[in-house]
């Protein structure tokens, strides 16, 4: 099973940006769907962003144009990165693995990088 570690969260004015990573073990990266998911305050968590192991891209809609996911199989990484954050994007970002886009949610996940965008 891959195991996942976020970085790169932390405290963030509104309007700012801010670049979380994601480091995978093991050999299969490539061949993992990669995505990301969101807690916020009294939330349940919600989807953000995925990406294909061929590099295709899908967003949530209050991503959409604010939000770039990306991946470097040579280094089993997985990036967001966030632009005009607002003080709404504030939660607790995962990384997921899955083996498909529709069944993301039932992969492995990580531990979580907290993100807090200030008014």
């Known amino acids: 099973q891959v195991q996942l570690v976020e970085s790169g969260g932390g405290l963030v004015q509104a309007g700012g940006s801010m670049r979380l990573s994601c480091a995978a073990s093991g050999r299969t990266f490539s061949t993992y769907v990669m995505g990301w998911f969101r807690q916020s305050p009294g939330k349940e968590r919600e989807f953000v962003a995925a990406i294909s192991r061929s590099g295709d891209t899908t967003y949530a809609e209050s991503s959409k144009g604010r939000f770039a996911i990306s991946r470097d199989n040579a280094k089993n990484t997985v990036y967001l990165q966030m632009n005009s954050l607002k003080p709404e994007d504030t939660g607790l970002f995962y990384c997921?693995?899955?083996?498909?886009?529709?069944?993301?949610?039932?992969?492995?996940w990580g531990q979580g990088t907290q993100v807090t965008v200030s008014s």
């Open positions: 997921v693995a899955g083996s498909q886009f529709s069944t993301l949610a039932g992969g492995s």
